[in-house]
């Protein structure tokens, strides 16, 4: 028996890459504004995946005439399973321990994808990558080991088929070809409209729905295998590439600088505005591919093989799975997000347990022995040892997925019931927010129901339209229940989707990352022949963050009372630095509950919002309803309602809360009763 090395030659420089893209993800999750466009690291990751995976199946062809498929995924297998079981068993702990109901019940589900490997697939049915709620998913960076496995699984089929029954020639074009197939796919999705599926569509069964891709637009391009694989054979296409070096040294220097040029670009400026990966992908790819391809160059090509960063490439891996939980769960336990000097000691942390779980997990069982013939005499070991694992993961996860997430851990507490009923009504949703037909998500164009929710019934004089994103949306139930009998509201809502005039705001822009979607409703509402159809117009949303944007609102506003219609600006709703729910889950009493919502609150932050808001409303003498005043007084306020959270998150309510905090909207007087100037 003898100690297993790496089937390939080791290459420093590819650790050093390694340490790049890590170090990108981690700066850009732990909110380093600088790293904005971090999140590239994971397609440096890809190529170099891509590059790697595919010398190693290609070697082992040429030099042995066969492939091991055996040997090929248990060394997968042992590279990637148990550092990541570790990961999930701890996550599982700290779940159990921080998590309320709802948070636990969605961790269960997504426990259970993450040891399948799709939890890519679930993260795709759900929000974006992008979004707030992020902060509350400690397994979310598994979505990219999702796309790898997913990509191990059939790449080695793909390789074999071509580099041992084909000519020379037919591995490289056919991965080029699958590429530009990949990349097509990403052009032809990227405007979220494509007759191609649709065309495809008929020949598949039809529980295998492209419909869905096409509905979910920018989620399915970041989410899914075929949009990433381009990214892979961009690597792929390196091991036969990397055999045509130059032999002038500057110019491999040169191809080098604008490599790293080019990743640097992409980590600095990108934004999580655009749209990817399509076109934008390519620039860090292909400043991965250059820099694999120059990485031995003598002088530059140093940055990348010193030994910092050759030691955090080592480990990158076991970094990656560590830091976003660790992320999560401290904010979580802290109730707010970490900011300043506190994002400096946890990377200090990552790096720690990133040390222990490679050195105690990771690498020793990556490199077991093997025998002459390389098989590892512990094979049968590593797969009973992971089995055990598997069903001390899947049988509790399955649990948590369908029991409610162990409800039963708050028996006794008084919280217990305000929490399961907060939970069942985050479970009436769809009833009282017209959610899919009215508020379609990503799919307005295709999905929204024009004669239900913005075809009147009723003359302009007794019709009212509630226009925004999903924070107007949740506030539906309230406002409807608030207007007279006589009276009807419509409703177009799109998530993310801010009411301001087309071409005024970002969130109304074409080609911005998930905002398709929002300017299509902000280019189909905002016309005469829409708005004459009511007397007046709500305008609601999530405007905390850097969404509030006078100057646009003000454009809104005055084009809307050309039109000879009445807006009614809402102003913001709470600011919390932690869902509701969670902050208030260990209370051992009622009051105590009460007290301790008002102190998740930032109010300052709160009333300079209500305040600017307000000047907006009286600077264009248009009604203004402070949403802050309906719930709180000088001193208090309120967001627990008897038995019930009014807030089902940070900043969306639930219909009790919809309810008690329109309670005052008086349309009819045009002077709302919290009218008044925001203090």
Known sequence: MKQATPPSVHRPDIDGLRAIAVLSVLLFHFDFTLFKGGFVGVDIFFVISGFLITRLIRKEILTTGTFRFGNFYLRRSRRLFPALFVTLLVSTVCAIWLFPPTHLQRFGGTLIHAMASVSNFFFWSEAGYFDVASRTKPLLHTWSLGIEEQFYLIWPLLLVLVVKKGKRYVAPIAIILLGAASFYLNIRLGDGQSQLLTKLQVHLPTWFSLESWLSQGESSLFFLLPFRVFEFTIGAALVWVGSFQFKQ???????????????????????????????????PCFGAALLIFSGQTKFL?????????????????????????LIVFVEYYQLSLIDGSQRYWMLGVAFILAYILHRSVEKPLRYAKVDSTGQSGSSESFALGMFFVTL????????????????WRYTGSPMAKIIENTGQEIGRRHQGYRDISCWPGDDFKDNFGHKKCIDPTTPPERSVLLIGDSVSAYSYFGIRKALPDNIELYQATGSGCKPYWPKTHVSTLRYQKGRENCAYIADFMFTKEIMSRYKWVILEAAWERDSFDPPALEITIKKLLDFGVLPILVGPTSILDTDLAVGLQSDTNLRAARLHANELINKPKWAQLDTDMQKVANKLQVPYFSLRKSLCDDLFCKFVLDDVLLMMDRHHFTQSGATYAFRNFDINSFKLTTNEPAQ
């Open 301 to 325: 090509g140093a940055v990348v093989r010193n030994k910092p960063f050759v030691w955090i490439g080592g480990i990158s891996y076991s970094l990656y799975l560590v830091h976003w939980p």
């Open 392 to 407: 001390l993961l899947v049988i509790p996860a399955s649990n948590m997925w369908q029991g409610e997430g162990w409800l």
């Open 249 to 283: 040294r500057l110019l491999n220097e040169a191809l080098f600088a604008l490599g790293l040029g080019l990743v640097l670009y992409s980590v600095f400026t990108f934004s999580d505005t655009m749209i990817f990966p399509s076109f934008n992908g390519l620039v």
